[in-house]
């Protein structure tokens, strides 16, 4: 999703208030206090913030002092780079997609619960065989896949680089079926609806091309899921490797007592 651009009511300088006689270091100081700017929305996300240099000279500090707090609050997925131009507060914690891990779902459904426009776009679609892959189905070694590379977004937000194997031995009809579309939906509506997965998350750092794709200026810790999704007669007919960025989600988890 493109980004609403904010102008500060004041400069930011105008609004921080660094101490030297204090142990604790003055980047730190400059990272709390931008933080809780921006929970408190004095700092909306698409606020562009000064240039490291300007807020620098602006606060009469290193530009070392400005850099090391802004590359933390990226750290934190509270800032994102726009080079020369400044830095750019994201959507904080509160505004994060919260999506429940309770039940199986695809991206749309997820989407469309959340009031979100899904979208996709293609990077790849082959049919192949590979041995590894097959050995993953539990397959012979020339078992025929659809593989498909996705980015799937969220009202124009990338949120996930997809890279997904669909059995054609278990699912012929996914051969024709519309990559840019729900594939869960096409199973269910041609009577293959999945039934279970077998799901992990994991951290991951994006390749540079997935940086790109995630507008990320410098490489930003993501959450790697993997799935095995398997049909009512046990087969698997799925596996899916999605990266999805770790400054968009927070999953939620209900554990019984």
């Known amino acids: 999703m493109s980004q609403e651009r904010h102008v500060m009511d004041a400069p930011l300088h105008h609004l921080l208030s660094l101490t030297r006689d204090t142990p604790q270091p003055l980047h730190l100081q400059l990272e709390q206090q931008i933080v809780a700017l921006i929970m408190a929305d004095r ?6 913030l000064p240039p490291e240099r300007r807020l620098a000279e602006a606060l ?3 530009r070392a002092t400005v850099q090391t707090s802004y590359n933390a609050l990226r750290l934190r997925g509270l800032l994102g780079g726009r080079g020369r131009r400044g830095s750019v507060v994201q959507a904080t914690r509160q505004s994060r997609l919260a999506t429940g891990m309770n039940r199986l779902k695809g991206f749309t459904q997820e989407m469309e619960e959340m ?3 899904a979208s996709t776009r293609v990077l790849e679609r082959e049919i192949l065989s590979d041995r590894s892959i097959a050995s993953l189905f539990g397959l012979r070694s020339d078992a025929r896949f659809l593989h498909l590379q996705r980015v799937r977004y969220g009202d124009e937000q990338a949120l996930t680089v997809e890279n997904a194997w669909y059995s054609l031995d278990i699912a012929p009809q996914l051969e024709s079926a519309d990559p840019s579309a729900s594939i869960y939906a096409e199973l269910t509506r041609t009577g293959l609806p999945l039934d279970y997965c077998d799901q992990t998350i994991e951290t991951a750092m994006p390749s540079a091309m997935e940086s790109e794709i995630f507008a990320f200026d410098q490489s930003t810790p993501c959450l790697l899921i993997k799935r095995r999704s398997h049909v009512k007669s ?3 007919v799925e596996y ?6 770790g400054d968009a989600y927070i999953y939620r988890l209900r554990l019984p007592a």
């Open 43 to 48: 700092l909306p996300a698409g606020t562009t």
């Open 60 to 62: 009469a500090v290193s």
């Open 115 to 117: 009031g979100r426009r």
């Open 234 to 236: 046990g087969a698997m």
């Open 240 to 245: 899916v490797e999605g990266l999805f960025r």
